[in-house]
C-alpha cells in the first residue's frame, strides 16, 4: 500500500504558480506549444502530473493536494466573466445560445452512442458505458462522483468510481490539448480574425504597450477585488434560495448569473461609483484565476488510476476523441457561423465535450489572448456547458440507467 503525502493548501497555491511558470517556460522555447495555444498553465500541469505519477511508480508515494483555494480560484473567474457581460451582448447571443445548446445536446446522445458501442464492441460489463460516455465526459468529475455510487449498485460494478475518474481525468488532458490545435486549424484555413476592439475581458496580451498599459495600480485591483467579493456573498446567499426552487446549479453558475443582473444595474442605478467591468485590473484578476485554477487541477491529477482499466479506456477515449474533433469542425463550426466567434467556440466545445467548463474556457483564453476578443463565446459557453446541458445530461443518464 503505498504511503501518501498531504500538500498543505498554502503549499498547493505556490507550486501551482510554479507550475504554471515552468509551463510558461517551456512554452517560450517549444514553438508548437505556443503555435497551436496550448495554455501555459496546461503544459506545466501536465509535467507536473506526470512528476507525481513518478513518485508513485518509483518511490511508493501518492502525493494528494489541499484543493480548497482552487474552488475560491473559479468563482473569482466566472464572477469576473459575469461582470464583463452586458445585455447587448446578451441579446445579441440569444440565438448563438440556443444553436450552442441545441448543438451540445446533438452531441450529448452522439457520445453516449458511442460510448455505447465501445462497450458493447470490447465486451465490457453492463454498466460502464455511461462512464465512458456523458456521465464523466460532459459531466466531468463532479458528475462523475454524484452518479458512480448508483451506476455501481445498478449494475455491481464495484470499481465504477474509479473507472468513471479515469475516465473523467483523461478526457481533461485530451481536451487541454485539442482545444487550441482545433481553433488554430480553423483560424488558419479560413483566415479569420476579431472584428471586437474591446478591452481584454480576460487577461492581457503579452505585449501590452498601449495606453491602458499602465493603468493597473493597487487602487482598481483592490476596487475590482471588492466588487468581486460582494457579488460572491451575494450568490452563497442566494445559493440557498435557488435549491429551494428545486434547481441544483454549482455555486460558479449562481455567480455568473448574480453577476450579470448586478453589472447591468447598479451601475446604472448609481453612475458616478466606479465600475470595474471590462477593465484591465478585472481582466488581470480573472486570467490569473485562471491560470492558477487550471494548473492545480492538472497538477492534482492522480494518472496512476489509469493504469490497470487496460487498454479498453484508451480505445474508446481514442473513438471519442476523433468524432468530437469532427463534430467540432463539420458541425459545430458550422453552424455557429464559420466565423471568428465560431473558431473560438470550436475550441470552447473541446472543453464542454471531453474536458470541463474551466477547460473550455482556458482554451478560448489561449485563443483570444492572441487573436482578438470574442466577448459572446465567454458569455454563451459557461451557460451552456455549466447549467443547460447539466438538465439535459442527467436525464440522458437516468435513461441509460433504466
Known amino acids: 500500500m503505498p504511503a501518501t503525502f498531504e500538500v498543505s493548501g498554502f503549499l498547493t497555491f ?3 504558480i510554479v507550475v504554471y511558470f515552468i509551463g510558461a517556460g517551456l512554452n517560450g522555447v517549444i514553438a508548437p506549444l505556443r503555435r497551436w495555444n496550448i495554455p501555459e498553465a496546461v503544459t506545466g500541469g501536465l509535467l507536473a502530473a506526470v512528476a507525481t505519477l513518478l513518485c508513485y511508480r518509483v518511490l511508493g508515494l501518492a ?15 466566472f464572477t469576473g466573466i459575469g461582470l464583463n457581460a452586458r445585455l447587448s451582448d446578451l441579446a445579441l447571443g440569444g440565438r448563438p445560445l440556443l444553436i450552442l445548446l441545441l448543438l451540445t445536446v446533438v452531441y450529448l446522445g452522439i457520445q453516449n452512442g458511442v460510448a455505447i458501442g465501445g462497450a458493447k464492441a470490447l465486451g465490457l460489463p453492463d454498466g460502464i458505458a455511461p462512464l ?11 458528475t462523475t462522483i454524484a452518479w458512480a455510487p448508483l451506476i455501481s449498485e445498478r449494475f455491481g460494478l464495484p470499481n465504477a468510481l474509479e473507472v468513471g475518474i479515469a475516465s473523467a481525468t483523461l478526457g481533461l488532458v485530451i481536451a487541454s490539448l485539442v ?5 488554430g486549424i480553423l483560424i488558419n484555413r479560413f483566415k479569420l480574425r476579431s472584428d471586437e476592439i474591446l478591452p481584454p475581458m480576460v487577461g492581457l496580451p503579452d505585449d501590452d504597450v498601449g495606453p491602458d498599459a499602465g493603468k493597473v495600480t493597487y487602487r482598481n485591483i483592490l476596487s475590482a477585488l471588492l466588487v468581486l467579493n460582494v457579488v460572491i456573498l451575494t450568490a452563497y446567499s442566494l445559493e440557498g434560495l435557488v435549491e429551494k426552487t428545486g434547481i441544483k446549479l454549482p455555486l460558479f453558475v449562481v455567480c455568473l448569473l ?31 484565476s485562471l491560470k492558477i485554477f487550471l494548473a492545480m487541477s492538472l497538477m492534482s491529477m492522480q494518472l496512476w488510476t489509469l493504469g490497470g482499466l487496460g487498454p479498453a479506456l484508451a480505445v474508446v477515449l481514442g ?8 463534430y467540432i ?48 463565446a465567454f458569455i ?16 440522458a443518464i437516468g435513461f441509460m440507467l433504466r
Open 63 to 77: 502525493i494528494s493536494f489541499d484543493l480548497a483555494a482552487r474552488d475560491m480560484l473559479l468563482l473569482y473567474f
Open 14 to 16: 505556490t507550486l501551482a
Open 179 to 183: 482545444g487550441g490545435p482545433v481553433a
Open 329 to 376: 469542425l463539420f458541425v459545430v463550426f458550422p453552424a455557429m457561423g464559420r466565423d471568428y466567434q465560431a473558431a473560438v467556440l470550436a475550441a470552447g466545445f473541446t472543453g464542454i465535450s471531453l474536458g470541463a467548463t474551466p477547460t473550455a474556457i482556458a482554451n478560448m483564453t489561449a485563443v483570444t489572448r492572441t487573436h482578438g476578443p470574442a466577448p459572446i
Open 132 to 142: 465512458l460516455g456523458s456521465v464523466s465526459l460532459i459531466g466531468g468529475h463532479g
Open 380 to 395: 454563451i459557453l459557461p451557460l451552456v456547458s455549466a447549467f443547460f446541458i447539466d438538465i439535459a445530461n442527467a436525464l
Open 258 to 288: 448574480v453577476a450579470i443582473v448586478i453589472t447591468n444595474t447598479l451601475p446604472h442605478a448609481l453612475p458616478r461609483m466606479a465600475w470595474p467591468a471590462r477593465t484591465p485590473a478585472l481582466a488581470l484578476i480573472s486570467d490569473l
Open 319 to 326: 473513438l471519442q476523441t476523433l468524432v468530437a474533433v469532427l
